[in-house]
């Protein structure tokens, strides 16, 4: 296990990405700067928060276009005269390249983009936490379209959240509140999507990231809101059901979102639990990471 430790200025890590030569791209909770960190271990600030990014809950880097793709909702908000204002949740695409944002959109519908999977053709996946609802961007500017909608993502008080694509195209998705994982096998123009939940050993706690391994199997972050034991998960959605669930990793902080570098899953240590949870023990920490896991050889790779 390796830790790289943030800049003090940057707080809250949650998006994580892994760039064409293994630079990790780390987005924030509260701000829109995202930082870089080469695999040498050097951290730079890869692009500064403007109107349109003001967080980065999920960033991925898709190498068909070059592009970095950044869920930016406005989780916290600002209080003015006791009660909390939030700016309209918003999704970007992002030219690193020329540190410029080639395009932008709120969120319809006030929904909250909360995670970002890409579909291999460059275009995007986007979990909407609020409106409980999958949408999808084929490309920069596109139309938003609902891929899913159904009644099994509604049980929470924060529906969707992680998000990725199966080997075989379905997407896998995680219900923040509810600690359920389902899975939605895409519709046509004549059939509407179909949804259907995975039978786990038990509820998980507040199911955040989610990458598949080369190998297929699922590793999931299970968020641990309210015990605090947050851990790195891996799913054989193969097994007999209910599916074989490994703990990898557990004692870890908030974790939030993953990435595949080679030989690793690197991970953001969110520690956001004082900011969620009423419990007065609970203080601001003064110091963010991202955790560096290392996987076995024949299931790593780049993501």
């Given at each position: 296990?390796?830790?790289?430790?943030?800049?003090?200025?940057?707080?809250?890590?949650?998006?994580?990405?892994?760039?064409p030569?293994?630079?990790?791209?780390?987005?924030?909770?509260?701000?829109?700067?995202?930082?870089?960190?080469?695999p040498?271990?050097?951290?730079?600030?890869?692009?500064?928060?403007?109107?349109?990014?003001?967080?980065?809950?999920?960033v991925?880097?898709?190498?068909?276009?070059?592009?970095?793709?950044?869920?930016?909702?406005?989780?916290?908000?600002?209080?003015?005269?006791?009660?909390?204002?939030?700016?309209?949740?918003?999704?970007?695409?992002?030219?690193?390249?020329?540190?410029?944002?080639?395009?932008?959109?709120?969120?319809?519908?006030?929904?909250?983009?909360?995670?970002?999977?890409?579909?291999?053709?460059?275009?995007?996946?986007?979990?909407?936490?609020?409106?409980?609802?999958?949408?999808?961007?084929?490309?920069?500017?596109?139309?938003?379209?609902?891929?899913?909608?159904?009644?099994?993502?509604?049980?929470?008080?924060?529906?969707?959240?992680?998000?990725?694509?199966?080997?075989?195209?379905?997407l896998?998705?995680?219900?923040?509140?509810?600690?359920?994982?389902?899975?939605?096998?895409?519709?046509?123009?004549?059939?509407?999507?179909?949804?259907?939940?995975?039978?786990?050993?038990?509820?998980?706690?507040?199911?955040?990231?989610?990458?598949?391994?080369?190998?297929?199997?699922?590793?999931?972050?299970?968020?641990?809101?309210?015990?605090?034991d947050?851990?790195?998960?891996?799913?054989?959605?193969?097994?007999p059901?209910p599916?074989?669930?490994?703990?990898?990793?557990?004692?870890?902080?908030?974790?939030?979102?993953?990435?595949?570098?080679?030989?690793?899953?690197?991970?953001?240590?969110?520690?956001?639990?004082?900011?969620?949870?009423?419990d007065?023990?609970?203080?601001?920490?003064?110091?963010?990471?991202?955790?560096?896991?290392?996987?076995?050889?024949?299931?790593?790779?780049?993501?």
């Amino acid at each position: 296990m390796n830790y790289t430790e943030l800049p003090s200025d940057f707080a809250y890590p949650n998006g994580i990405t892994t760039g064409p030569d293994g630079t990790l791209y780390v987005g924030s909770v509260t701000s829109g700067n995202i930082l870089s960190i080469a695999p040498d271990g050097a951290i730079a600030t890869a692009f500064e928060e403007t109107d349109e990014v003001f967080a980065g809950t999920s960033v991925r880097f898709d190498p068909l276009t070059d592009l970095l793709w950044v869920a930016s909702p406005d989780f916290l908000g600002e209080e003015v005269d006791g009660e909390i204002i939030r700016r309209p949740h918003r999704v970007a695409a992002i030219d690193l390249s020329s540190n410029s944002v080639v395009w932008s959109s709120a969120m319809p519908d006030e929904g909250f983009a909360n995670d970002i999977a890409l579909d291999g053709e460059g275009g995007v996946y986007i979990t909407d936490s609020v409106r409980d609802r999958i949408l999808y961007l084929s490309e920069p500017g596109a139309p938003f379209e609902i891929v899913a909608a159904d009644p099994l993502m509604t049980p929470g008080d924060l529906g969707p959240a992680g998000i990725a694509v199966a080997p075989n195209g379905d997407l896998i998705i995680g219900l923040y509140s509810d600690g359920a994982l389902l899975r939605v096998s895409l519709g046509t123009d004549e059939t509407p999507a179909q949804v259907t939940p995975i039978n786990l050993p038990r509820p998980l706690e507040n199911p955040d990231g989610l990458v598949f391994t080369p190998e297929g199997r699922l590793l999931v972050l299970e968020g641990a809101a309210e015990s605090g034991d947050g851990k790195l998960l891996a799913v054989d959605l193969s097994s007999p059901e209910p599916h074989t669930v490994d703990v990898l990793l557990d004692g870890i902080d908030s974790p939030l979102n993953l990435t595949l570098t080679v030989d690793s899953v690197a991970i953001t240590e969110g520690q956001i639990r004082h900011l969620i949870v009423d419990d007065p023990s609970l203080t601001p920490p003064e110091t963010f990471r991202v955790l560096t896991f290392p996987l076995s050889e024949s299931e790593a790779d780049d993501s």
